[in-house]
C-alpha cells in the first residue's frame, strides 16, 4: 500500500510526532517501501489460525493489592525538565 | 591480560594474580586508549569502576566471593543504571540519570562484578548496523570502514577488541546474535522471559529479551548464571528453576540431531558465509552429530510479521516520551500539544520515528485486522513451524546473518534492506525461543557467524553445543589485529 503526504501527515499527528515540512516526501517514500514490505504478509489465507499475542502460554500473575514501592517523588523529579513544589510543569492546558 | 576469558580472570583474582582493582584499570587504559578508533563506549564510569573493584577485592579477602566477584563487564546503555546515565543511544534520554538499576544491573552488582560503563546502541534498539546511535556510528574492530551489527553493536565492538571481557546486550529480532556474528564473538539470547525485562528500556516488549555477549560459550553460561531467574517486577518473567548452566557444557554431542532449514542456506545467502557455516556442521558430524534437513516454510514471511508487530508495540512503548516528567523537552512550547509534538520530533531520531508512524499506523482505526491482527495469525504460524522441526530435532543451525559486515552508509538510506539482514533471526524472537551465534571462521578478512537455535529453555544445551564447537575450533579465539 502506497500513502501519500496528507496519510504521513495524519499519522504524525496521530503520534504526536512533529515532522519537518520538507521531510514529508522523503517519510512518506520510506513508510510506503516498509508497508509494500508488510503487505507480502497477505500471500497466506490466515483465516482459521488463532492470533498469537505472546510467545508463551502464561496467565498474567496476581498478587496482593499491597504498596510495594517508597515514595521517591524527590529522586524522580529532579530529572524532569521542569518542576515546580512537587508538580510536573506543562504550558498551561486551560484558558 | 585482556586476552583472558571471564573464566580465567576469575580464577587470576581468586588466586591472587592480580586484584580486581588492577584488572579494572588495565581495562580503563585499554579503553581510554582504543575506543577512540571504535566509538563502543557511550559512558564510560572509571571512578564507580575503581570504587566497585576495591569493594570486590575486599570482598573476596573475606572469603565471601561469587563465582565473578571483581570481574569487569559493560552494559548496553539500554539497561537503567542508577546515578548514571542511561541514553539508549538517544537525544531524547541525553540528559537522563537513571533513578534506579534494572534488574540484570542489580543481579551483576549483587555478583560483585565491576561495571566499566554503558555501551553504544542503535538507537532505542532499532537497527542493524548502529548507525542510527545519537553519539555517533560503531566502527567493527575487524574493519574500521564495516559496521559491528546492531542494535548492541557497542557491546559487541567493544568484547570483540578485548575493551571489556563480557558485556549484555538485548536482542528483540537480532540484536545481540547479529552484531556477534559481525564482530566474531559469542552471543545468546535466552528464552523470551528467562531474563527480566524490569528497567532494560522498552521496545517491543513480547519480543524484548537481554543475553550475554561474550568471547565463549563458557562465559556466556557463566553469565547467564548470573542473569536468568524470576522477577515479579516484570510481569512476563517466567517463575520456573534455573539451572547451573555451566553443568551440561562438556557432554559429548554423539546422537544429537542438528536441523538444517532448507530456507536458511538459499538464494541471498553470500557464498563466504555459506561455505563456513557448511564447515562448521562438518564438525559437528565429526563431533557425532547427526543432520537432517529440515523445512521452516514460514521463514519468508518473518521479516514483514515482524515490522508490524515490533513497530505497533514501540509507537505503543514510546508514548512515554513526552518531554512532561523525564527526557528531552523542546525550546518554548507555545501549547501542550506543540511540547509533545516538537519534544518528540527534535528528540528522537529518523528510524525511530519511521517505526513509531509505521505502528501508528498499523494500529489506527480501520488497520488493525489488516495489519496487528493478521501479523499475529502469521507469528502463530512462524511458531508452529518451529514446534514441528523440534519434533525431529534437536537444534537447529544456519547462518545467523546472511552476509558478514557491510560498509557504514550502504544500507542506511534504504530501511527494508537494512531490514532483511534479520532475515535469519527474526524468527527465534516471534517464537520466544533461545537462539546465540558462535564464531565460525571468516569470508575474506571479516568473522562468519553460525546460529544455534533451540527449544525452549534448553539454553544449557545450546551452550553445550556451542561450547563442544569451541574445543575443537580456534575461531572464538582470533582477536583483530589492532585490538591483540
Same mark, same amino acid.
Request: some cysteine; charged content about 25%.
Given at each position: 500500500?502506497?500513502?501519500?503526504?496528507?496519510?504521513?501527515?495524519?499519522?504524525?499527528?496521530?503520534?504526536? +510526532?512533529? +515532522?519537518?515540512?520538507?521531510?514529508?516526501?522523503?517519510?512518506?517514500?520510506?513508510?510506503?517501501?516498509?508497508?509494500?514490505?508488510?503487505?507480502?504478509?497477505?500471500?497466506?489465507?490466515?483465516?482459521?489460525?488463532?492470533?498469537?499475542?505472546?510467545?508463551?502460554?502464561?496467565?498474567?500473575?496476581?498478587?496482593?493489592?499491597?504498596?510495594? #514501592?517508597?515514595?521517591?517523588?524527590?529522586?524522580?523529579?529532579?530529572?524532569?525538565?521542569?518542576?515546580?513544589?512537587?508538580?510536573?510543569?506543562?504550558?498551561?492546558? +486551560?484558558? | 591480560?585482556?586476552?583472558?576469558?571471564?573464566?580465567?580472570?576469575?580464577?587470576?583474582?581468586?588466586?591472587?594474580?592480580?586484584?580486581?582493582?588492577?584488572?579494572?584499570?588495565?581495562?580503563?587504559?585499554?579503553?581510554?586508549?582504543?575506543?577512540?578508533?571504535?566509538?563502543?563506549?557511550?559512558?564510560?564510569?572509571?571512578?564507580?569502576?575503581?570504587?566497585?573493584?576495591?569493594?570486590?577485592?575486599?570482598?573476596?579477602?573475606?572469603?565471601?566471593?561469587?563465582?565473578?566477584?571483581?570481574?569487569?563487564?559493560?552494559?548496553?546503555?539500554?539497561?537503567?543504571? %542508577?546515578?548514571?546515565?542511561?541514553?539508549?543511544?538517544?537525544?531524547?534520554?541525553?540528559?537522563?540519570?537513571?533513578?534506579?538499576?534494572?534488574?540484570?544491573?542489580?543481579?551483576?552488582?549483587?555478583?560483585?562484578?565491576?561495571?566499566?560503563?554503558?555501551?553504544?546502541?542503535?538507537?532505542?534498539?532499532?537497527?542493524?548496523?548502529?548507525?542510527?546511535?545519537?553519539?555517533?556510528?560503531?566502527?567493527?574492530?575487524?574493519?574500521?570502514?564495516?559496521?559491528?551489527?546492531?542494535?548492541?553493536?557497542?557491546?559487541?565492538?567493544?568484547?570483540?577488541?578485548?575493551?571489556?571481557?563480557?558485556?549484555?546486550?538485548?536482542?528483540?529480532?537480532?540484536?545481540?546474535?547479529?552484531?556477534?556474528?559481525?564482530?566474531?564473538?559469542?552471543?545468546?539470547?535466552?528464552?523470551?522471559?528467562?531474563?527480566?525485562?524490569?528497567?532494560?528500556?522498552?521496545?517491543?516488549?513480547?519480543?524484548? !529479551?537481554?543475553?550475554?555477549?561474550?568471547?565463549?560459550?563458557?562465559?556466556?553460561?557463566?553469565?547467564?548464571?548470573?542473569?536468568?531467574?524470576?522477577?515479579?517486577?516484570?510481569?512476563?518473567?517466567?517463575?520456573?528453576?534455573?539451572?547451573?548452566?555451566?553443568? #551440561?557444557?562438556?557432554?559429548?554431542?554423539?546422537?544429537?540431531?542438528?536441523?538444517?532449514?532448507?530456507?536458511?542456506?538459499?538464494?541471498?545467502?553470500?557464498?563466504?558465509?555459506?561455505?563456513?557455516?557448511?564447515?562448521?556442521?562438518?564438525?559437528?558430524?565429526?563431533?557425532?552429530?547427526?543432520?537432517?534437513?529440515?523445512?521452516?516454510?514460514?521463514?519468508?514471511?518473518?521479516?514483514?510479521?515482524?515490522?508490524?508487530?515490533?513497530?505497533?508495540?514501540?509507537?505503543?512503548?514510546?508514548?512515554?516520551?513526552?518531554?512532561?516528567?523525564?527526557?528531552?523537552?523542546?525550546?518554548?512550547?507555545?501549547?501542550?500539544?506543540?511540547?509533545?509534538?516538537?519534544?518528540?520530533?527534535?528528540?528522537?531520531?529518523?528510524?525511530?520515528?519511521?517505526?513509531?508512524?509505521?505502528?501508528?499506523?498499523?494500529?489506527?482505526?480501520?488497520?488493525?485486522?489488516?495489519?496487528?491482527?493478521?501479523?499475529?495469525?502469521?507469528?502463530?504460524?512462524?511458531?508452529?513451524?518451529?514446534?514441528?522441526?523440534?519434533?525431529?530435532? %534437536?537444534?537447529?543451525?544456519?547462518?545467523?546473518?546472511?552476509?558478514?559486515?557491510?560498509?557504514?552508509?550502504?544500507?542506511?538510506?534504504?530501511?527494508?534492506?537494512?531490514?532483511?539482514?534479520?532475515?535469519?533471526?527474526?524468527?527465534?524472537?516471534?517464537?520466544?525461543?533461545?537462539?546465540?551465534?558462535?564464531?565460525?571462521?571468516?569470508?575474506?578478512?571479516?568473522?562468519?557467524?553460525?546460529?544455534?537455535?533451540?527449544?525452549?529453555?534448553?539454553?544449557?544445551?545450546?551452550?553445550?553445543?556451542?561450547?563442544?564447537? !569451541?574445543?575443537?575450533?580456534?575461531?572464538?579465539?582470533?582477536?583483530?589485529?589492532?585490538?591483540?
Amino acid at each position: 500500500m502506497s500513502l501519500d503526504k496528507a496519510d504521513v501527515v495524519k499519522i504524525a499527528h496521530l503520534a504526536r +510526532i512533529a +515532522i519537518d515540512e520538507e521531510m514529508i516526501p522523503e517519510y512518506t517514500n520510506n513508510l510506503s517501501g516498509i508497508l509494500e514490505l508488510v503487505e507480502q504478509m497477505n500471500a497466506v489465507d490466515t483465516d482459521a489460525v488463532a492470533p498469537m499475542a505472546h510467545p508463551l502460554d502464561m496467565v498474567q500473575r496476581l498478587r496482593e493489592d499491597q504498596v510495594s #514501592e517508597e515514595n521517591q517523588r524527590d529522586k524522580f523529579q529532579e530529572i524532569s525538565p521542569k518542576v515546580e513544589n512537587g508538580l510536573f510543569l506543562v504550558p498551561q492546558v +486551560i484558558e | 591480560m585482556h586476552n583472558k576469558t571471564l573464566a580465567e580472570l576469575s580464577a587470576g583474582i581468586k588466586s591472587g594474580e592480580f586484584s580486581s582493582e588492577e584488572l579494572t584499570l588495565s581495562y580503563i587504559q585499554r579503553i581510554q586508549k582504543l575506543d577512540g578508533q571504535l566509538n563502543s563506549f557511550i559512558t564510560v564510569t572509571e571512578k564507580l569502576a575503581l570504587q566497585q573493584a576495591r569493594a570486590a577485592d575486599k570482598r573476596i579477602a573475606a572469603g565471601q566471593a561469587d563465582a565473578l566477584t571483581g570481574v569487569p563487564l559493560a552494559h548496553k546503555d539500554i539497561f537503567c543504571t %542508577d546515578g548514571v546515565r542511561t541514553s539508549c543511544g538517544s537525544k531524547m534520554l541525553d540528559n537522563f540519570i537513571a533513578p534506579y538499576d534494572a534488574s540484570v544491573v542489580s543481579r551483576f552488582k549483587q555478583a560483585g562484578m565491576v561495571t566499566l560503563g554503558k555501551t553504544n546502541m542503535d538507537e532505542f534498539a532499532m537497527g542493524s548496523s548502529n548507525e542510527t546511535s545519537f553519539y555517533g556510528a560503531v566502527k567493527n574492530p575487524w574493519d574500521l570502514d564495516t559496521v559491528p551489527g546492531g542494535s548492541s553493536g557497542g557491546s559487541a565492538a567493544a568484547v570483540a577488541a578485548r575493551l571489556v571481557p563480557a558485556a549484555t546486550g538485548t536482542d528483540t529480532g537480532g540484536s545481540i546474535r547479529q552484531p556477534a556474528a559481525l564482530t566474531g564473538i559469542t552471543g545468546l539470547k535466552p528464552t523470551y522471559g528467562r531474563v527480566s525485562r524490569y528497567g532494560m528500556i522498552a521496545f517491543a516488549s513480547s519480543l524484548d !529479551q537481554a543475553g550475554p555477549m561474550t568471547r565463549t560459550a563458557e562465559d556466556a553460561a557463566l553469565m547467564l548464571n548470573v542473569m536468568a531467574g524470576f522477577d515479579e517486577r516484570d510481569s512476563t518473567s517466567m517463575d520456573r528453576a534455573v539451572p547451573d548452566y555451566t553443568a #551440561e557444557l562438556n557432554q559429548d554431542l554423539k546422537g544429537l540431531k542438528i536441523g538444517l532449514p532448507k530456507e536458511y542456506f538459499g538464494e541471498g545467502l553470500d557464498a563466504g558465509v555459506a561455505k563456513a557455516v557448511e564447515a562448521a556442521i562438518e564438525e559437528y558430524k565429526k563431533l557425532g552429530a547427526e543432520v537432517v534437513e529440515i523445512s521452516l516454510p514460514n521463514t519468508g514471511l518473518s521479516v514483514p510479521t515482524y515490522y508490524v508487530v515490533a513497530p505497533a508495540e514501540c509507537s505503543s512503548n514510546l508514548s512515554r516520551f513526552d518531554g512532561v516528567r523525564f527526557g528531552y523537552r523542546c525550546e518554548d512550547p507555545k501549547d501542550l500539544e506543540d511540547l509533545y509534538k516538537r519534544s518528540r520530533g527534535e528528540g528522537f531520531g529518523d528510524e525511530v520515528k519511521r517505526r513509531i508512524l509505521v505502528g501508528a499506523y498499523a494500529l489506527s482505526a480501520g488497520y488493525y485486522d489488516a495489519y496487528y491482527l493478521k501479523a499475529q495469525k502469521l507469528r502463530r504460524l512462524i511458531s508452529d513451524d518451529f514446534t514441528k522441526a523440534f519434533e525431529q530435532v %534437536d537444534v537447529i543451525m544456519g547462518p545467523t546473518s546472511p552476509s558478514v559486515a557491510f560498509k557504514r552508509g550502504e544500507r542506511s538510506d534504504d530501511p527494508v534492506s537494512m531490514y532483511l539482514s534479520d532475515i535469519f533471526t527474526i524468527a527465534a524472537n516471534l517464537a520466544g525461543l533461545p537462539g546465540m551465534s558462535v564464531p565460525a571462521g571468516f569470508a575474506g578478512k571479516l568473522p562468519v557467524g553460525l546460529q544455534i537455535i533451540g527449544n525452549y529453555f534448553e539454553e544449557s544445551r545450546l551452550l553445550n553445543v556451542a561450547h563442544q564447537y !569451541q574445543q575443537v575450533t580456534d575461531w572464538h579465539t582470533r582477536a583483530p589485529e589492532e585490538f591483540k
